[in-house]
């Protein structure tokens, strides 16, 4: 059965440096698409290049932590705090949904407003997928899935991947959560394709990359990656994936990884599927 591997790049549109980064490594390499913010500081940028690249499936790349919101503060309370800035990352804002404190009205309008911006530009989404993997707490995945239904999105992430060690006991916390999403994704009509990478965020090298591409299975296979040059706007962001973003990109783009895809017959895709991803490796500025 054909093996097809999407590559996708996280956070287009968080930084300059990033955005050159994952445009250079689709160019230059093997990545297939990208996950776009849409109210990020780099967010116009992107959008201009991206629309140079059709070889280069874009989705919307969901914020609901760590970041400003795209509707004023005052439209989505629940989501912000009296700087009117969402919570720092997913922990929170999981806790604080469990409470009763996050208003699912809320959610709703906001991610519809991040996907409106998108498509206002122009764009047509292959795929979402969520920031920090917010959207992996099923109430959230619930709209994020009828929102790919309204906005004719054929795929959305479910944020899960088998682990080992320490990553263990997290993962078999988060499974029934990504059961309850699959199905909830399936009875839509939607695709989840298998994910991998998540895991390795931050950390993945050429050993751990070669093991990924020969692992894959037959069908659809995700892989999550995070390109980019470190730039003093990425430093500001206070994400902790710095110097790995420019060893990703250079091990995305080497020869001795697409001898690897080639020599495991894996067809490279974007994730609407309608074609092969139609590889570029000249640089389109």
């Known amino acids: 059965?054909?093996?097809?591997?999407?590559?996708?790049?996280?956070?287009?549109?968080?930084?300059?440096?990033?955005?050159?980064?994952?445009?250079?490594?689709?160019?230059?390499?093997?990545?297939?698409?990208?996950?776009?913010?849409?109210?990020?500081?780099?967010?116009?940028?992107a959008i201009r290049r991206a629309r140079s690249r059709p070889s280069l499936g874009i989705g919307v790349h969901l914020a609901l932590v760590d970041g400003v919101p795209a509707l004023p503060a005052?439209?989505?309370?629940?989501?912000?705090g009296a700087d009117g800035r969402f919570r720092p990352s997913w922990k929170p804002f999981v806790v604080d949904a469990?409470?009763?404190?996050?208003?699912?009205?809320?959610v709703e309008r906001e991610l519809t407003a991040q996907i409106e911006r998108v498509v206002g530009a122009g764009i047509t989404p292959t795929h979402l997928d969520a920031?920090?993997?917010?959207?992996?707490?099923?109430?959230?995945?619930?709209?994020?899935?009828?929102?790919?239904?309204r906005f004719r999105v054929p795929v959305v992430r479910v944020p899960?991947?088998?682990?080992?060690?320490?990553?263990?006991?997290?993962?078999?916390?988060?499974?029934?959560?990504a059961r309850r999403n699959v199905r909830t994704a399936a009875s839509l009509g939607l695709r989840t394709p298998h994910l991998v990478g998540r895991i390795h965020t931050g950390a993945l090298d050429s050993d751990r990359l070669r093991e990924l591409l020969r692992?894959?299975?037959?069908g659809v296979t995700e892989l999550m990656v995070h390109p980019g040059y470190l730039d003093e706007a990425l430093k500001r962001t206070g994400t902790r994936l710095l110097e790995s973003r420019a060893r990703e990109?250079?091990?995305?783009?080497?020869?001795?990884?697409?001898?690897?895809?080639?020599?495991?017959?894996?067809?490279?895709?974007?994730?609407?599927?309608?074609?092969?991803?139609?590889?570029?490796?000249?640089?389109?500025?």
Request: proline fraction near 6%; aromatic fraction near 6%.
């Open 1 to 45: 059965m054909l093996r097809q591997l999407v590559v996708n790049a996280d956070d287009l549109g968080l930084t300059l440096g990033v955005n050159d980064g994952i445009f250079d490594t689709h160019d230059l390499g093997i990545l297939t698409s990208a996950s776009l913010f849409a109210n990020a500081p780099a967010t116009v940028d």
């Open 74 to 80: 005052a439209r989505v309370p629940s989501l912000v």
């Open 98 to 106: 469990l409470r009763g404190r996050i208003s699912p009205a809320d």
């Open 131 to 149: 920031h920090k993997h917010v959207h992996g707490y099923p109430p959230v995945f619930a709209i994020v899935a009828r929102l790919a239904v």
């Open 160 to 177: 899960y991947e088998r682990a080992v060690g320490r990553q263990a006991w997290l993962n078999a916390a988060m499974w029934p959560w």
């Open 215 to 218: 692992a894959t299975g037959p």
């Open 249 to 285: 990109l250079e091990l995305l783009c080497s020869m001795k990884t697409r001898a690897i895809v080639a020599g495991e017959r894996i067809e490279l895709v974007r994730h609407d599927l309608t074609h092969p991803a139609k590889r570029s490796f000249r640089h389109v500025s």
